[in-house]
Structures are given as C-alpha cells and as structure tokens.
C-alpha cells in the first residue's frame, strides 16, 4: 500500500479524530482502493483517483435513514424477488467497466433483480442496477452529494429515483426520470405532505418519525 494510504484512518475512532465532520481524501488507484475498503471499518468512495471517506453519522442522520430504508422495504417487498433494500454499507459502481471508475456509497439502495455486480476480485464488488438511491443529507457532505454524486447517479441506466433527505429542518427533494435524460425535481416540506413511490405512499410524518421540528 501507497504511503499516502498507509496515513489513511482504519477504524471509526481515527476517523473521528482525523476528520471531525469533514470528507477525508487520498489519492489512490483502483486497486488501491479495493485493498483499503477491504481493511476500513467504515465505507468510503472513490471518485477520480481519491479514496473519500465519509464523516461520522449522527444520531439524526442514523434514525432517519433507517426509517426510510424501514419504509422502502414496504415499498419493495422482498418476497417479489424483484428487488431488493440494501443499506449504506452496499456500493454502487458507476463507470463504463474499463475506465473512469465511480464507487459511492449512498444511504441506502434498491437494487433491480437479479442483481448485476461490478466485480473487482472475488468477495470484492458493487451494485450496477439501482433503480432508486437515496441519501441523507449533512453540512459536510451537502456539496458533495448534490455537485460530485448526483450527476453520476443520472447516468446510471436502470436508475429511475433519487431521494435527498434532510435532517435540520422537513425537506424531502423527489427526483424522478422522466426519460433518458430529464428528470423532475419535487420538494416536500409539510407534515402532511406525500408522495409515490413503486405505488406506496410515503408521508413526511412517517419519515421525520423521530424528529421534531418547531
């Protein structure tokens, strides 16, 4: 491993104490990244020949994207064996398999079925096929996830859903495909404000379960 790597965190307390709230980055090959993911205990992405490890989550951060991943699972239930509910700790390869590799790591993920892996080794791969994606937003990652990942996630073919969730005040941005290359952008900021989703119907209430708002 790189000398630049070997400086790179491994665990969650060094993460913490080298980056506080903010994106830590290396610049690293491909492999290089393989090899340290292998070894962190913590998800990070890698983007134009940097590692980018993610800072530590908050306790609002965690319950709301477990209540939606809660939600999503209703949405798409598994025992249609068309799609699957995956968590933050599931990568998403964007690329075209040769060149100018992208692995983020979003909040969570609903993958098409039967899956379709970019595989880097064995045991070593990410998901090709979401069709919806969807993050919880922080100050630190705010401009990362909206000017660096949001591009990226509109050209992944089978992706049809991304879903922006914040956690300071009641926002859900809702951005759909309407064909290859236009999109619809819908914010909700009420209580009672709903939406559709593979014919489920979520609320705001539902999502902001755990959180209160003035």
Do not use: C
Not at 143 to 170: A, C, H, M
Request: glycine content about 2%; aromatic content about 14%; overall charge negative.
């Amino acid at each position: 491993m790189s000398a630049v790597l070997s400086k790179l965190p491994l665990t969650y307390e060094e993460l913490v104490k080298i980056a506080g709230n903010e994106l830590v980055r290396a610049p690293a090959t491909f492999d290089e990244y393989w090899h340290f993911i292998g070894q962190a205990e913590f998800r990070a992405d890698f983007y134009q020949d940097e590692i980018i490890t993610m800072s530590y989550e908050n306790e609002h951060h965690s319950d709301v994207m477990m209540d939606f991943a809660y939600l999503l699972q209703q949405a798409f239930p598994r025992n249609t064996r068309k799609f699957k509910v995956h968590n933050s700790n599931r990568p998403i390869y964007v690329g075209n398999f040769s060149s100018d590799h992208s692995v983020f790591n979003p909040d969570g993920s609903v993958i098409a079925q039967p899956a379709k892996h970019f595989e880097h080794s064995p045991g070593m791969n990410a998901e090709t096929t979401p069709v919806l994606l969807f993050e919880v937003l922080s100050k630190s990652t705010r401009s990362y996830d909206f000017g660096v990942k949001l591009p990226l996630y509109k050209q992944i073919p089978t992706l049809n859903t991304i879903v922006y969730i914040e956690t300071k005040k009641r926002s859900v941005l809702v951005i759909k495909r309407k064909n290859k290359n236009s999109w619809i952008e819908t914010e909700y900021t009420k209580e009672a404000d709903t939406f559709m989703i593979n014919d489920f119907l979520f609320s705001l209430k539902d999502i902001y379960f755990q959180l209160k708002f003035d």
